[in-house]
C-alpha cells in the first residue's frame, strides 16, 4: 500500500537560509511523486512532479527535489529562502484509485520564515 | 487560461440542512476530483469523476454525493450536515485520470457549520 510521511509539522528557517523539507515514501510499485505549497485561503499549486528519468526534478519558486529510490525519500529544498516561501508544503504519492484516489497526501509541513 | 473555479467560496449552514458545491475544471479536463481538508485529518479524498462516472470514492458515509456533467464540471452535495463536516472543500482537475496525472486544485470551498 502506498504511504507518504513528512518529517516535522513544522519548519522554521531564516531568509537566506536552507530550506528542507523531508518526504519518505512507500509503494510496491515505482512512484509517481508531487510536491504541492497551499497558501493562506488558497488550493493546493503544484510545484514539481518526479514521473520517470531525472532523479533531480526542478520546479517553480527555485525549488527541486531528488528521487532516492534506495532511501524512498523525495526530500524538498531551495538554496536561499524567501518570506514568500511561508506556506504549508504537501508531499503526494501516486496511486492506484480506489477509496485513497489517485493521490495519497503527507500530513504537511507548515514553514515559516524568519526575518 | 482559466484555473479550477470553485463556488461559492464560504458557506455558513447549520446541523441538519443540506448543501451544494460547484467546480468548472480547467477547459479541457475532463477528470475531478474532490477533498476534504481539516486541521486533524488533513487531506481526505472524496471521490473521483471522469466522463460523468465516478471512478473511485473514499471512505466517507453516503451523505455525500457527488455528480458530474457532460461539460466536466462538477458538483458535491453533502446532506443532514453535521458539525464535523466543517471544512475546506477541495476540487482537482487533471486532464484524464490515471496515477501520473498532476492535480490542479481550486481554492475551495470553506463550509463552516453552526
Known amino acids: 500500500a502506498q504511504s507518504v510521511t513528512q518529517l516535522g509539522s513544522h519548519v522554521s528557517v531564516s531568509e537566506g537560509a536552507l530550506v528542507l523539507l523531508r518526504c519518505n515514501y512507500s509503494?510496491?510499485?515505482?512512484?509517481?511523486l508531487f510536491w504541492y505549497v497551499q497558501y493562506p485561503n488558497q488550493g493546493l499549486q503544484l510545484l514539481l512532479k518526479y514521473t520517470t528519468g531525472a532523479t533531480l526534478v526542478k520546479g517553480i519558486n527555485g525549488f527541486e527535489a531528488e528521487f532516492k529510490k534506495s532511501e524512498t525519500s523525495f526530500h524538498l529544498t531551495k538554496p536561499s529562502a524567501h518570506m514568500s516561501d511561508a506556506a504549508e508544503y504537501f508531499c503526494?504519492?501516486?496511486?492506484?484509485?480506489?477509496?485513497?484516489?489517485?493521490?495519497?497526501f503527507g500530513k504537511g509541513t507548515k514553514l515559516s520564515v524568519k526575518p | 487560461k482559466a484555473g479550477v473555479t470553485q463556488t461559492p467560496r464560504y458557506l455558513i449552514k447549520t446541523r441538519g440542512q443540506q448543501v451544494t458545491l460547484s467546480c468548472s475544471p480547467i477547459?479541457?479536463?475532463?477528470?475531478v476530483s474532490w477533498y476534504q481538508q481539516t486541521p486533524g485529518q488533513g487531506l481526505q479524498f472524496l471521490f473521483e469523476?471522469?466522463?460523468?462516472?465516478?471512478?473511485n470514492k473514499g471512505n466517507f458515509p453516503g451523505r455525500f454525493s457527488g455528480r458530474q456533467f457532460s461539460n466536466s464540471r462538477s458538483e458535491m452535495n453533502v446532506s443532514t450536515l453535521e458539525l464535523g463536516d466543517s471544512a475546506l472543500y477541495l476540487c482537482a482537475s487533471s486532464t484524464a485520470p490515471g496515477q501520473s496525472q498532476p492535480q490542479h486544485f481550486g481554492d475551495g470551498t470553506r463550509l463552516s457549520i453552526l
Open positions: 503526494a504519492v501516486s496511486n492506484y484509485g480506489g477509496s485513497q484516489g489517485n493521490l495519497i
Open positions: 469523476y471522469f466522463s460523468e462516472t465516478q471512478r
Open positions: 477547459s479541457g479536463h475532463r477528470s
Open positions: 509503494s510496491s510499485v515505482p512512484p509517481y
